[in-house]
Nanobody, 120 residues
């Protein structure tokens, strides 16, 4: 069974940094597209970033230049380094497993989420 467990969230002041981790069950990270999403109360789920098994990366405009997605296949872990955080980054952050090695076929598994709160 696929398991995705996020960690690394917390409270940080504006301009601070956090590194989120997504621990996945064996072989998942190396075999599928992996992505990061977030959702704030009352708002739609927002795509942040994704990485294909070939290493191609995409970012949402709102986080480009501030967030960096990466993976460690040996550790079965996906990461999201978040720098220059802003209060509007406050949300629940989720990692997700794509349905295919590329990121063009949607996502079919989601973690439980980790809360990120950025204060001014």
């Amino acid at each position: 069974q696929v398991q995705l467990v996020e960690s690394g969230g917390g409270s940080v002041q504006a301009a601070g940094s956090l590194r989120l981790s997504c621990a996945a069950s064996e072989y998942i990270v190396r075999s599928f597209c992996m992505g990061w999403f977030r959702q704030a109360p009352g708002k739609e789920r927002e795509f942040l970033s994704a990485i294909t098994t070939a290493g191609y990366i995409s970012y949402a405009t709102s986080v480009k230049g501030r967030f960096t997605i990466s993976r460690d296949n040996a550790k079965n872990t996906l990461y999201l380094q978040m720098n220059s955080l802003k209060p509007e980054d406050t949300a629940m952050y989720y990692c997700a497993k794509g349905a295919a090695p590329d990121c063009n076929h949607g996502y079919n598994y989601w973690g439980q989420g980790t809360q990120v709160t950025v204060s001014s």
